[in-house]
């Protein structure tokens, strides 16, 4: 059973472009969170969502920011404009739709902003 | 608000040693509790999950306890090794939904 994947692992980005990062849960979950590591922070949630619906985006910055997770295909996070203060690792987890909740965490998105 | 400390924020031992990791947590009614590995520039790596009727959960080596009452979890490494050096992070759940992440301790074991 793959883990949870990302890509790309490094994103490259000037200032006022837009970034897509990509999260495919695994397989038989359907519950994907997203969260964000700033250079020496903690990670911070996001964004949580289920297959076409988002639950909880308490966490997402008011603009420039989206998510969505389509019937099909991954999850995507969408970061229009970026500017610097966007660099971080941005990280994926997924769970399965019953259980304890234990996540599992991809391996991340590397982003800079030049 | 519900935050998450974890102390020491740096912690070196030599090889060999048994060490004890601490997480407290603001609000005790948990939902339940993980501990991650997180390697330099890496993803994370789930090691244990207490549920809030669980008193301690094991894995080889490590051993994490929680106790809601004083809020208090901790993460016991025995026999320390050079591969066991990382980033431990606690992160509590309140709903069964979103973590909410301590700011890790960073250990290294000294051969």
């Known amino acids: 059973n793959a883990g949870v994947m990302q890509n790309p692992r490094h994103l490259v980005r000037r200032r006022g472009q837009e970034a897509r990062l990509r999260c495919s849960p695994m397989?038989?979950?359907?519950?994907v969170y997203w969260y964000r590591q700033l250079p020496e922070e903690g990670l911070k949630f996001m964004v949580y969502?289920?297959?076409?619906?988002?639950?909880?985006e308490s966490g997402m910055p008011k603009e420039r920011f989206s998510a969505e997770f389509p019937k099909e295909g991954p999850s995507i996070l969408r970061i229009q404009q970026v500017v610097r203060g966007d660099s971080a690792a941005y990280f994926c987890?997924?769970?399965?739709?019953?259980?304890?909740?234990?996540?599992?965490f991809g391996p991340g998105t590397r982003l800079t902003v030049t | 608000k519900q935050e998450v400390t974890q102390i020491p924020a740096a912690l070196s031992v030599p090889e060999g040693e048994n060490l004890v990791l601490n997480c407290s947590f603001t609000?005790?009614?948990?939902?339940?509790l993980q501990w991650f590995r997180q390697d330099p520039g890496k993803g994370l790596t789930s090691l244990l999950l207490?549920?809030?009727?669980?008193r301690e959960q094991t894995s080889g080596r490590l051993n994490a306890s929680l106790d809601k009452s004083s809020g208090r979890s901790t993460l016991y490494i025995a026999a320390s090794q050079p591969g066991d050096s990382a980033t431990y992070l606690c992160?509590?759940?309140?709903?069964?939904?979103?973590?909410?992440f301590g700011q890790g301790t960073r250990l290294t074991i000294n051969p």
């Open positions: 987890a997924s769970s399965p739709p019953s259980g304890v909740g234990e996540q599992y």
């Open positions: 397989k038989g979950h359907s519950h």
């Open positions: 969502l289920q297959k076409e619906n988002i639950i909880d």
């Open positions: 609000d005790s009614a948990i939902y339940n």
């Open positions: 207490i549920q809030s009727s669980q």
């Open positions: 992160a509590v759940s309140w709903g069964a939904q979103k973590l909410v």
